[in-house]
């Protein structure tokens, strides 16, 4: 029978499954189908589809009941896929357990699980965890074509932002020259270099640009990137005036980098500029901080105020889309 589904690219296809599924919109039901080189997903309520996302009536087969971590629990339990791995938050250690054994007797395609033992810690924002399945903590994640490898104790990844780093990369244009300041393993560099864009990825972790190096490889855009391991302060000088487009993704302090920023900067540069604040004015204090620091020499537009996701009570991860014009 017909029913609504998202229609999107299948390279698009895991993103877009999983901004779906955190929406709890994806209809168990029915399979996902793909033709013509597009995924279609069932969906429960389409007048809840986010915007951007196509809704298409389609004949789809019913899905043959699958074993989830559910079933087998008597909870429901939270957790997120990378790769094949699971990544678990679980305090308790009987019941990160209990998770983790479900998650591998379940119908799931995983053969590692991870529980978080640690919050985000340090420099190079790696955190700590506890390998409850499986041979260790490296992965191989795919997102919106792009294929990225990664070893979670070493480097930092959120695979939440991927519809966020795809709304960046589709502004890209060929022939740009794009310098992300806090790069890691290329989840922006990567896509960028896909586009055709000229890119420079810096980043103070070693593991993290060892990782962009072969996800540069893995890609088939190493010709069009160039990874630094050194503070991104020390490197601006070299690039004076270099960069069209700039990523500034360390919400917590990107402020303390603005000097470098605008010594990056061409005459006509785009930052997209993240930030933490709280949701009563969530993107004044970024916009206050960037005029500070590039005008008068710029004259400073906001083309875009964003907001990326909730982060904790009453505050908000967002992003400012800002042209800088000599």
């Known amino acids: 029978m017909e029913v609504p589904c998202v229609r999107v690219a299948r390279e698009e296809g895991e993103a877009a499954r999983r901004e779906l599924a955190d929406a709890d919109l994806i209809d168990d039901d029915y399979e996902i ?5 597009s995924l279609y997903v069932p ?3 389409p007048d809840r589809v986010p915007d951007g996302f196509e809704v298409v009536s389609r004949a789809v087969g019913e899905r043959e009941t699958q074993t989830t971590p559910s079933d087998l629990l008597e ?3 939270s957790y997120e896929r990378l790769g094949e791995a699971a990544l678990i938050d679980e305090d308790d250690d009987e019941r990160a357990r209990r998770l983790a054994d ?19 810690k340090g420099e190079t924002r790696v955190r700590d965890w506890d390998l409850l399945a499986g041979d260790d903590t490296e992965v191989i994640h795919r997102e919106y074509g792009c294929e990225f490898a990664l070893d979670l104790a070493a480097v930092y990844f959120s695979p939440r932002l991927a519809t966020e780093r795809h709304r960046v990369a589709e502004q890209v244009t060929d022939g740009e020259l794009a310098f992300d300041m806090f790069a890691g393993v290329g989840p922006f560099v990567i896509p960028f270099a896909k586009r055709g864009a000229e890119c420079v990825g810096v980043d103070v972790n070693e593991d993290a640009i060892s990782s962009l190096r072969e996800n540069a490889r893995r890609n088939d855009v190493e010709d069009r990137v160039t990874a630094i391991c050194r503070d991104v302060r020390e ?3 070299e690039y004076e005036g ?7 993704n360390l919400p917590h302090s990107a402020n303390e980098f603005l000097a470098a920023a605008v010594t990056l900067a061409s005459d006509d540069c ?16 970024g916009e206050q901080a960037i005029r500070a620091a590039a005008e008068p020499e710029y004259d400073v537009s906001v083309e875009t105020r964003h907001t990326v996701r909730s982060y904790a009570p009453h505050e908000v991860n967002v992003c400012l889309d800002v042209r800088l014009e000599r």
């Open 33 to 37: 189908a793909v033709a013509d080189g």
């Open 43 to 45: 969906v429960t309520d």
């Open 75 to 77: 909870f429901d339990p």
């Open 102 to 120: 479900a998650v591998l007797e379940s119908d799931l395609p995983v053969n590692t699980v991870l529980n978080k033992a640690s919050k985000v």
């Open 235 to 237: 490197v601006a000088g």
């Open 242 to 248: 270099w960069a069209d487009r700039l990523v500034m």
């Open 270 to 285: 785009v930052i997209h500029y993240y930030d933490i604040q709280h949701e009563d004015d969530p993107f004044g204090p």
